[in-house]
Structure formats: structure tokens, C-alpha cells
């Protein structure tokens, strides 16, 4: 791959990562103050599906591709993934969590090489050990084993899938179709628990949040599809750790919390990893 090319797929992911934190930071809030995290998460697809459907181009046609299996596996992954890490979010800081969270990569790493056949390298193994590496410096205080962050643990496992099912339909359907398929899943699987639980006071701070959270989740995912139509899985699995930077900004702008000389070492390991792998996909 060129290296213009490449450089587009790392300013995609970082974009698409760094929309996603947003997100999930206004569900903090929320999970934080009280809504429970359930409502945050269909409020996200709920309100992203009516924001979008009437730019999505969606096709009469296209209705029956909705109950795909794999469109619907691949809906249910990360609507799983967004319900668990907005739980983990409720008690846990929130770089502890996507330090947990960032399980995902190296799940998707794995299944992209044992079921896509995807070519890996032992420089590309080591550069995504390198980052994981990283993610654990930055977390250090965040692996002790508590509900929340046994949360997080499944939602990476859910999204770390969910990026692999992302690579398997993202030659077949528009990458705007394939949004509009999770959020319109999403919706539906998660209403009966969404709107079983005590409902918030209405505001215009809760409506503010809900509506920063299904934007953040919604641009992030969309061009996370165009990042995997462009680019392997497990190319662009390194590239996602660049997350955990934003987590770590907003962390500490939003809640105070910024990183010590030890984390900031981790993110720099992390930054070496992606550019490690650009690096090796350029030789390659």
C-alpha cells in the first residue's frame, strides 16, 4: 500500500477512535449520574438510527440483507460491546477501562489470521505486542479484578469480533447500509432492556449527552467501516490502540485524570507501535 494510502487509513482509525471515546465519554457522565447504562446504550442506537436513516440511502432492496446472519451477528457484537463498556464506564475510570477494553485488537488480531486467512508477520505480532505493552503501563492500577473491569474485558472480546465481522461484509454492502444495519439491530435487541429500566427525568443536559453519545458512536463506527474497506484487519488492529490516547485527553480534561511518567511511557510505546506497523505494511 502507498504510503499516502496508508497515512489516510491512520488518520481514519485515529478519527473513528477518537469519536467512539467521545461517545462513550458523554455516556460516562450519564452511567456516572445515575442513568443506567442499558438506557444509554439503546438511547445511542435509537436516536443515531433517526438522525441517519435519511441520509443512509437504505433501499427496499437492500431490507432483506438486514437478516444476514452475519449482519446480524455483527450488530449484536457491538451492541454487546457498547452495553458492557457503558457498564464497565458506570464504576471504573475511564483510561482504566479502555486499557482493558483494548483486549479487542489482539481478538481481533487472532481471528482475522484463524478464520479470514489474513497473512501475518512476526514484525506485525511483536509491534501489536509492543503496543498492548503500552496499554498495560498506562493502566497499570486498572487490572485488578472487579466487576467493572471484568466488563470491560467482555466488551473488548465483543468489539475485538465485531471488527472482524466488520472486514467479512465490508466488500459487500455500502459502508453507510452496514451503519444503518447496526444501529437499527442495535435498536431493536436492546429495547426490552433499554425501556425495562427506571427512565431519567427528562433535561436539557441528559438530552445534550444522549445525543453526543449516538453522534460520537455513529461517525466513529462509520468510518471505521471505510477504514476496513481500505486496509486488513489486522493492520488496522494496531492502528485502534491510538484510542487509548484520546481516552487519556478526555480523561483528563472531563475528570481530571492525566496520566503519570509511567503512562505517558505507555503511550509512547503505543504511538511507536502504529507507527511500527505503517511502517512494515510500507515495506511489505
Not at 485515529?14 to 467512539?20: G, I, L, P, T
Not at 487519556?248 to 507507527?275: E, M, Y
Amino acid at each position: 500500500m502507498p504510503l499516502p494510502d496508508l497515512l489516510r487509513v491512520v488518520l481514519l482509525v485515529f478519527s473513528a477512535v477518537s469519536f467512539v471515546v467521545l461517545g462513550d465519554t458523554a455516556g460516562k457522565l450519564m452511567t456516572s449520574a445515575g442513568v443506567a447504562p442499558f438506557f444509554v446504550a439503546w438511547s445511542r442506537f435509537a436516536l443515531a438510527a433517526v438522525m441517519l436513516l435519511p441520509f443512509s440511502g437504505l433501499t427496499r432492496a437492500e431490507l432483506p440483507a438486514l437478516l444476514s446472519w452475519r449482519v446480524l451477528l455483527r450488530a449484536g457484537f457491538i451492541a454487546a460491546g457498547i452495553s458492557c463498556i457503558l457498564t464497565a464506564l458506570r464504576t471504573e475510570p475511564l483510561a482504566n477501562v479502555f486499557g482493558a477494553f483494548f483486549i479487542g485488537p489482539v481478538v481481533s488480531y487472532v481471528l482475522a489470521v484463524v478464520f479470514l486467512g489474513e497473512r501475518v508477520t512476526a514484525r506485525r505480532s511483536l509491534l501489536l505486542g509492543l503496543g498492548l505493552l503500552g496499554v498495560m503501563l498506562v493502566v497499570k492500577p486498572g487490572f485488578g479484578f472487579t466487576a467493572g473491569m471484568g466488563f470491560a474485558l467482555t466488551a473488548g472480546c465483543f468489539y475485538g469480533s465485531y471488527l472482524v465481522m466488520t472486514r467479512t461484509v465490508a466488500a459487500d454492502h455500502r459502508p453507510r447500509f452496514l451503519l444503518m444495519s447496526q444501529l437499527l439491530i442495535g435498536t431493536v435487541l436492546l429495547a426490552p432492556l433499554g425501556l425495562s429500566v427506571d427512565l431519567p427525568a427528562p433535561s436539557l443536559s441528559l438530552a445534550l449527552l444522549v445525543a453526543i453519545s449516538a453522534a460520537g458512536s455513529g461517525v466513529g463506527n462509520y468510518l471505521l467501516v471505510i477504514a476496513h474497506r481500505k486496509a486488513e484487519a489486522s493492520l488496522i488492529a494496531p492502528l485502534v490502540y491510538s484510542q487509548l490516547i484520546s481516552a487519556t485527553l478526555l480523561g483528563g480534561l472531563v475528570f481530571g485524570d492525566w496520566p503519570d511518567l509511567w503512562s505517558l511511557a505507555g503511550l509512547l510505546l503505543i504511538a511507536t507501535s502504529g507507527l511500527g506497523s505503517l511502517l512494515a505494511n510500507r515495506t511489505r
